[in-house]
């Protein structure tokens, strides 16, 4: 182990219980494809894709030369006024994959910035059709959507509310479509659940239709313990929407790039909204990038309002496309093309879900649910303790050799679609051992 030569103490970390870390801190110095290497030198088996995002596998060749390549010709461009090949190549790339009718692509950085971005979109565009009075924005309970003001207004999970509160005046919440009486250990997606999505029918009836502007959903909700859509649910949202005028957005920030089997989930669920945020896998979490991508009608009714010689939506971010990560994304898209990785997931998905669903019966588990490469085990919480053995299982694990994701008392795991089934087993046969052993 080589001495430490940096003071912890002067980083405030994000979403971290900062005092205990740095009692016992966990430091990565090191990654190559499914593994990491922490500072004492253990090999640590990467169950997350580091957090949802490295879909590609960590330090791959290409990707690295590609970033490389791009500080060395051009570090910076100016977005505003100006441009640089790569994000306009970048930009297509992304829209190749996109479902039809989704074919314009605003970069930002991050995912709650690209939540931001669709929510703005979403408002600009009903005032560019004479509308701006459609102006509530409508999310769904135990939904993550970032951490921007407006991604915390629309999402719905209560401990990234409660210090901040709703920031935004007017939103509304769909409630979620967890059921561990109806629907636990589903194999994919639950039977139950449905009729879930008409109370959006309710919610339009409060607020009347005129004045709703968009509804945001995760596909497959992710940081919130792998909430799976019940059969015909996304549809039904899908259909209400277009009933009364509202604009849909998917949140993909997780479950774009592979993580279902398809490019995007709504690909795989075969449920096209008007607006898809993304990040994360967009670079294999290399660079930051995330983005928009947004139909041709609401793209055009934007841009056409406003003259030619006018900014059309007074929004961006200083480095919305920036040349290392444009470049990064170009190497990891392409990658994902040689090697049909969106493939490889879809084929490894049922491996994977028996292998998941083998830990029922360990330990204190009381569900598991999964879809694609990922999959969330809850545990029963200890009494007046909630989180507890979640931290523990994900403490003991890390411990062992796997990274996990935890999430209260829900292990989630999302590994990188170059896993093999071998590694599969290595996850799923560490987690057996932590769950028999946490009290």
């Known amino acids: 182990m080589t001495p430490r030569d940096y003071p912890l103490e002067p980083f405030w970390m994000p979403f971290t219980a900062n005092r205990q870390f740095k009692a016992a801190p966990r430091i990565l110095v090191s990654a190559r494809d499914m593994h990491y290497t922490a500072e004492d030198g253990r090999s640590i088996l990467d169950g997350t894709a580091g957090l949802w995002c490295v879909n590609a596998g960590h330090c791959r060749p290409k990707i690295v030369e590609a970033i490389r390549r791009q500080a060395g010709t051009l570090d910076y461009s100016p977005l505003f006024q100006m441009g ?28 709650s910035e690209a939540v931001d971005t669709a929510l703005k979109i979403a408002l600009a565009c009903h005032r560019a059709r004479g509308e701006g009075h459609r102006n509530v924005l409508v999310g769904r309970e135990r939904g993550y959507h970032g951490a921007g003001f407006g991604g915390i207004s629309v999402g719905g999970i209560p401990a990234n509310r409660k210090a901040f509160g709703n920031l935004l005046a007017r939103v509304d919440h769909l409630p979620h479509t967890h059921n561990l009486e109806r ?31 968009a509804v945001i959903v995760e596909p ?42 398809h ?15 993304f990040a994360k896998g967009v670079t294999s979490g290399a660079v930051p990038l995330a983005g928009v991508i947004v139909s041709r009608a ?21 480095y919305s496309g920036h040349p290392l990560a444009t470049a990064a994304a170009e190497a990891t898209l392409a990658l994902y093309h040689e090697e049909k990785l969106f493939d490889r997931a879809r084929e490894l998905a049922p491996y994977f879900e028996q292998a998941v669903h083998s830990l029922k019966g360990a330990g204190r588990v009381i569900d598991i649910r999964n879809f694609g490469l990922m999959a969330g085990i809850e545990i029963e919480p200890q009494a007046g303790k ?23 008392d829900i292990i989630a795991l999302s590994p990188p679609l170059i896993i093999s089934k071998g590694q599969v087993d290595e996850i799923v046969a560490t987690l057996a051992a932590v769950l028999r052993e946490i009290a």
């Open 84 to 111: 640089h090949p790569g994000e306009f190549r970048a930009a297509a790339l992304v829209a190749q994959l996109a479902p039809a009718g989704l074919d314009h692509v605003f970069f930002a950085n991050s995912g």
């Open 386 to 408: 909630p989180g507890a053995r979640g931290y523990q299982a994900f403490l003991k694990c890390f411990e062992k050799g796997v990274m996990t994701r935890v999430t209260g």
């Open 220 to 261: 497959v909700a992710g940081s919130t313990g792998v909430l799976v859509p019940p059969k015909g649910y996304l549809e039904r949202l899908r259909a209400i929407c277009d009933k009364h005028g509202l604009l849909l957005i998917f949140d993909e920030v997780i479950t774009g790039f592979g993580r279902t089997g």
């Open 298 to 318: 609401i793209h055009d009714a934007v841009v056409n309002s406003a003259p030619p010689d006018t900014v059309e939506l007074f929004h961006g971010y200083t």
């Open 183 to 213: 629907n636990a250990y589903s194999r994919g997606q639950p039977a139950w659940g449905a009729h879930l999505a008409d109370d959006l029918e309710r919610v339009v009836a409060l607020h009347d239709p005129s004045n709703i502007a």
């Open 263 to 277: 490019a995007f989930a709504a690909q795989t669920f075969g449920v096209t909204p008007d607006m898809i945020t």
